[in-house]
């Protein structure tokens, strides 16, 4: 199964909605470190239902918002969510970007670079249509050191790229970004129940939830166009 048919299913299946609210835990957190001014230009690499560009817009007040997706039914849910004229969707493939080369302020792509085909392209891409001094903010919660995370890849047909701390901080160096900073964004909204309750259906301890939401939480990785 390909990229596009795997999220179009899920586009019209509606869970699309259900990956924002779940994603947003801490998102928001890694969204507010971007430093975006009046007017930037962002990117929302697999954007999925929108969430995030429609947010930079609201809070940030960003200027153009693009967001892409290899989806076609995930890019047109994201345009029946979104009431603003600023903000429009592309379907696209990540190791091909639709844009000139220095046009972008931003990129952020949250759980899904993982997915490109050829991350490194992917990475060389994002340099090149990044502005001198524009970031890529790369959230992920699919890495190696997550290893409650490992068996996702048994649950969906895509081969997904797993990478280790360090590998990121490499690929976005061989791409030309300066890594400025790396760290993990713990989820602190998720309900973790008491230990009496466990075994859960997908947790067979509390201290693995914990460790799993409260610990790895979300990768996020952020580099600087030269």
């Not at 029946?80 to 792509?109: K, M, N, R």
């Not at 969906?156 to 964004?185: C, H, K, P, S």
Request: charged fraction near 30%.
């Amino acid at each position: 199964m390909s990229v596009r048919e795997e999220f179009d299913d899920w586009a019209t299946s509606g869970r699309d909605k259900g990956m924002e609210e779940r994603h947003w835990h801490t998102a928001k957190h890694a969204l507010a470190r971007m430093p975006v001014e009046p007017g930037d230009t962002i990117l929302d690499l697999g954007c999925g239902s929108g969430y995030a560009g429609r947010a930079l817009r609201d809070n940030a007040d960003a200027g153009r918002v693009y967001g892409l997706d290899g989806s076609p039914e995930m890019a047109r849910n994201a345009t029946e969510y979104t009431d603003d004229p600023q903000v429009g969707y592309v379907v696209g493939d990540f190791g091909s970007l639709p844009f000139a080369d220095d046009s972008i302020d931003h990129v952020w792509s949250m759980e899904a670079f993982y997915y490109a085909a050829d991350p490194h392209t992917t990475l060389e891409e994002i340099a090149r249509v990044l502005r001198p001094g524009g970031t890529f903010y790369c959230a992920v919660n699919y890495y190696e050191e997550n290893v409650h995370s490992h068996e996702w890849q048994e649950f969906i047909e895509i081969e997904m790229t797993r990478w280790d701390r360090e590998q990121y901080r490499e690929g976005f160096r061989d791409a030309g970004l300066r890594v400025a900073e790396q760290d993990n964004i713990p989820d602190r909204e998720i309900t973790i129940p008491s230990e009496g309750e466990f075994p859960l259906e997908d947790w067979d301890t509390r201290d693995a939830m914990v460790e799993r939401y409260r610990e790895y939480g979300t990768l996020l990785t952020v580099g600087v166009a030269p």
